[in-house]
């Protein structure tokens, strides 16, 4: 099963744009894939999903951070990225990537990263 890593800055000033990457940190990127995606746990809350993107490159976003949000792909690097501008401090969270790796028409496996956590403060 494939294993995913999330990476980003860890501490970002409010008002600045956060960039979180996700690769596979071993394993191999499964051929048939559905989609790879977002999501967050802020502190004392639940998960969150933000948004996901499938193969072909389009992509859905949640609605609580529509239109701040943005993620894109590099297909050929095997890895997935978030760009969220504008952060405040609401933002501070621990960031998830997930991907949904499919087997069959029946079938699928979802394979998530640690996570990495992210703080917007002065």
């Given amino acids: 099963q494939v294993q995913l890593q999330e990476s980003g800055p860890g501490l970002v000033k409010p008002s600045q744009t956060l960039s979180l990457a996700c690769g596979v940190s071993s394993g191999s990127m499964p051929i048939r894939w559905a989609s790879w995606g977002w999501i967050r746990q802020a502190p004392g809350k639940g998960l969150e999903w933000i948004g996901f993107i499938n193969p ?12 701040r ?3 894109s792909k590099d297909s050929s ?6 760009h ?4 405040t401090p609401e933002v501070t969270a621990k960031y998830y990537c997930k991907l949904r790796s499919v087997q069959s028409t029946i079938e699928w496996t ?12 002065s």
């Fill in 56 to 67: 072909e490159g389009g992509a859905a976003y949640g609605p609580s951070l529509k239109g």
């Fill in 110 to 121: 979802d394979s998530w990263g640690q996570g990495t956590q992210v703080t917007v403060s």
């Fill in 84 to 87: 969220l501008n504008s952060v």
């Fill in 77 to 82: 690097a095997n890895q997935l990225f978030l």
């Fill in 69 to 71: 949000a943005a993620i």
